[in-house]
């Protein structure tokens, strides 16, 4: 194996940077307006590091703030408003 991780191309593999998919990708960001709500095909891990917010979807509202991590499965519908 020369370094590639996973998957097919020319030679029968290809890198993980050719799929398109990467095991975790970690961002980090500021929210200062609402965000609609919103579906993702993926598994999400938001981690509060400051202020508070309320997240919204089909599991109602639920408050959040520092020090919270909150977990989404794939296509739960969520957004959030900051507080």
């Not at 997240?55 to 739960?76: A, H």
């Amino acid at each position: 194996m020369t370094g590639n991780a996973v998957g097919a191309s020319k030679r029968g593999r290809f890198s993980l940077h050719e799929s398109g998919f990467f095991p975790l990708i970690a961002r980090t960001s500021t929210i200062h307006r609402p965000i609609a709500q919103v579906m993702y095909n993926c598994a999400k891990i938001f981690v509060v590091r400051d202020g508070s917010a309320i997240l919204f979807g089909e599991f109602g509202e639920r408050p959040i703030s520092l020090g919270d991590v909150v977990t989404l499965g794939v296509n739960v519908l969520c957004g959030s408003e900051p507080e």
